[in-house]
């Protein structure tokens, strides 16, 4: 097999609804539904309707132009969201004199709003079946870009209609729309499905670490959230979360999963078990978080060797490096997922760019008292 076929073989086991079968026991409830063409071009910002061929009724300005972002219109009748407003322009509200009332041409944008009946029902009986709550993703991404958008800042969701506008908003899952793989002839066709995962309102960010595994070896563990300084993961990292992950990894993981080299993504609960939260591909769009993908090249300790016997995998069990955020300083905001990058300024001068540099020296500091667990007993 060639190497550009292994590397898309290897993107390809990463998506949920190839591995939750799998590690069903291990992770967290998923319900799963296919998209159809037309949800996936509205997601894109396209129209829901392909314009039929030579189409004269369309001048080709309209068809260049992207129609207006309009959430779904909700077939059930129930809108959880106001669009009572829709339209009004906003300095008019800054006249006493003026009257709030929605013209025809508003009435007819929001009789244009697309609808999928079929997918929202579908929808809505998932979320209701997870409990009421759940947070959304594709085949690999989930639209954590996207949260600021949302009313509590989270993946939350409650209706088809906070799903549409979670996945409509993200970068993330727009670059997933359109990687779209290209299938042989001889495979089925691809297909992009939503995975309503249950909404844990206990769920603790600083319990959820990216494990790194090269050459079927666990040789590294981040902190998932970089973004915030958890001063309790300082005593507990090496002598319990540690052992914990590192069954997790030789128990259930590693035996499984059929990949060389990927990363894995999992939460800790308070009672010491361990639920996988995702798969990952080796580099390509994966985020090494506390680490450089340089450096965790080079800790692959026998990475070129095909065989490794069972007393060199305890070896390496034993030489994980486990980084954690160890002060306020060490935060890096630059990976902050819940705001849009652009709103950062981390130009010379801005502050920011001092800052991050301070960081990382504090980073690297932090990264040589970890090389050797015992000094933090």
């Not at 061929?53 to 129609?67: F, Q």
């Not at 089925?188 to 070896?217: D, H, I, V």
């Not at 026998?302 to 069972?310: P, R, T």
Request: aromatic share 10%; proline share 9%.
């Amino acid at each position: 097999m060639q190497g550009g076929e292994e590397d898309e073989e290897e993107v390809l086991r990463c998506q949920i609804n190839e591995w939750y079968p799998m590690f069903k026991p291990h992770t967290i409830r998923t319900l799963f539904h296919p998209l159809p063409d037309p949800f996936l071009r509205y997601l894109l910002g396209l129209n829901p309707v392909s314009p039929p061929p030579h189409d004269d009724s369309h001048s080709d300005d309209d068809d260049d132009a992207p129609p207006p972002f309009l959430l779904p219109r909700p077939a059930s009748g129930r809108d959880p969201l106001p669009r009572s407003a829709a339209g009004i322009d906003p300095t008019s509200l800054l006249d006493c004199s003026s009257q709030l009332s929605v013209s025809d041409e508003d009435e007819a944008e929001a009789d244009s709003a697309p609808s999928f009946p079929e997918l929202e029902a579908a929808v809505e009986r998932s979320i209701a079946a997870l409990g009421g709550a759940a947070f959304p993703k594709l085949n690999w991404s989930a639209p954590k870009d996207a949260a600021w958008i949302s009313a509590d800042g989270t993946l939350r969701c409650s209706s088809f209609a906070d799903v549409a506008l979670l996945l409509h908003s993200s970068d993330s899952i727009a670059h997933d729309l359109s990687s779209r793989p290209f299938p042989s002839s001889s495979s089925p066709p691809f297909t992009f499905y939503l995975a309503l995962r249950k909404w844990y309102p206990s769920f603790r960010p600083e319990m959820e670490f990216r494990c790194f595994a090269r050459r079927r070896c666990l040789i590294a563990i981040s902190q998932r959230e970089v973004t915030n300084f958890y001063p309790a993961l300082l005593d507990r990292r090496h002598h319990h979360i540690l052992p914990l992950i590192q069954a997790f990894f030789s128990e259930v993981v590693g035996p499984t999963f059929e990949s060389e080299s990927y990363t894995f993504d999992v939460y800790v609960t308070s009672d010491g078990r361990v639920k996988l939260i995702d798969f990952n591909p080796w580099r390509a769009f994966t985020l090494p978080l506390l680490f450089t993908w340089e450096e965790l090249e080079e800790e692959a300790f026998n990475s070129e060797e095909e065989e490794v016997d069972k007393v060199q995998v305890e070896e390496e069990a034993r030489l994980v490096e486990f980084r954690i955020v160890e002060s306020q300083c060490g935060v890096r905001p630059g990976l902050k997922t819940a705001v849009p990058y652009d709103y950062l300024d981390t130009g010379e001068g801005s502050g920011w760019d001092q800052f991050l540099r301070r960081a990382d020296e504090e980073l690297r500091k932090q990264a040589k008292t970890t090389l050797h667990p015992s000094d933090d007993a």
